[in-house]
């Protein structure tokens, strides 16, 4: 019971009446339960699916409303299942790399071994250099492997880097994340989203490389720009440093000069180090999916035990405790997963998206323009690249066609809206997993990462209505 003289305030009830910092899952929950209300008064709709080649397409003239499919409370609790379960490949590789990093390696002490020797290589590099080189080259691999999540595997190797060079943890994520942004967004040879794509508008796949390769750089050289900005400014006063608060769990290299490694942790490392070029080879080459991205971080983090000559009681515990270390993105990613849920038991996905259909058209340049921003939208009710292109390129298609656009700049205004906006939804699991294992809130990457978005939006719509101009095709 309240007493008499204490006012309620309903915020209590969401943020609490203590410590006032929000929980990673309270905006997703919140966003779930603002979903499964709305779902209710969205009209249900489909458009007709048909399965060519292997692919499923949607014929953009069959949208037809149906009968109303009404989210109670037992879809609303169930969502959180079909969250986990549908969402199980990507919640298993997180696991298994915090497994290997968080666990084993962390607990032998190769990891921490091996970034005290990079640092000590490196520390006299000029920085603005470094993040320039290290954003191109790995901006180019997901160019050409579309492999955003690979974002795990290095973060546990750049944001120690960045804090001992005088820099933050939100450094170190910006640097994986801005340059897959731009990788992903303006991406030459993108397998998933590109092909896709450009083999529904039959355009020849990956045709007008040239013209994204030439948006790549100039986007990424502003994105670089803006993290060197934020960290000279951190470097200078640790106080405007936005994760100077939180309880990260990477802690600064020593500047130690004398780097030794023991005959077990040189063994330890070949293998650690042999599984992760493994990953990186069979994710660019083999066309890895989770099953064997997982399967690789398994082996990572059970063979570098044995070499080590842990126990295998020793190695249970050591994964035990990484997985525990990062499990919070397990509940944030089945909540993103679960919001989607809802919105499929609904039929609202479609309604959804035949509703932004309706405002592209007019001129090519407007066309283009609210194009764009239809993807970016989408791009928060579906984050899977190649599953937004097969939903909405077969509608894409015959309204460019229509509007006087090319073929290739609708592919280029969609690509742009699924890719740049992978950072600023919070349905996005993969975005989710990265800030997971950095150790960021999403609110506070949010608050980075706005105004770069707002920029990245202006230099794609300076892009789209180029390619108009020169007639991209």
Known sequence: MLRSDTKYNP????????DKSSHPALALLLILVVASILANFIPSGEYQRMVI?????VDPDSFQYIEKQYVGV?????????????????????????????????????????LKAIYHKIKHINFTMFVYLFMLSYGLLISFTGMFDLGSVFIPLIIPLCIAMGYDAMTGAAIILVSACVGYGAAMANPFFTANAHLIAELPIYSAAWFRGICFVLMLI???????????????????????DLDLPYQ?????????????????????????????????????????????FAAMAILTGIAYGMS????????????????????????????????????????????LSQFIEGTPYFSASVLFFVQSIINFIIPSGSGQALITMPMVTPLADIAGLSRQVAVLASQYGDGFANLIFPTNGSLLAILAISGIPYARWFKFFWKLYLLFVFLCLISIWIAIAINLQ
């Open 11 to 18: 915020m209590n009830f969401i943020i609490g009446s203590g």
């Open 53 to 57: 080649d292997g692919k499923t397409m």
């Open 74 to 114: 037992g879809i609303f609790f169930q969502s959180f299942y079909h969250g986990f379960v549908e969402g199980s490949g990507l919640l298993a590789l997180v696991l298994f790399v915090g497994a290997a990093f968080f666990g084993v390696a962390k607990d032998i002490g190769i990891l921490e071994q091996t």
């Open 222 to 244: 502003p994105g670089a720009w803006f993290i060197n900005r934020y960290a000279q400014k951190v470097k200078k006063d640790p106080s405007h440093s936005l994760t100077a």
């Open 252 to 296: 600064a290299i020593s500047d130690e000069e004398e780097i030794t490694f023991t005959s077990a942790q040189k063994r330890a490392g070949v293998v650690f180090f042999a599984c992760f070029a493994y990953l990186i080879y069979g994710s660019i080459n083999l066309g890895f999916g989770f099953a064997e991205i997982t399967g690789t």
């Open 312 to 355: 295998l009681n020793d190695i249970c515990k050591s994964m035990t405790k990484g997985m525990s270390s990062i499990f919070i993105v397990v509940v944030v990613m089945l909540l993103a997963r679960a919001v989607l849920y809802v919105l499929e038991q609904s039929r609202t996905i479609d309604t959804i998206i035949h509703f």
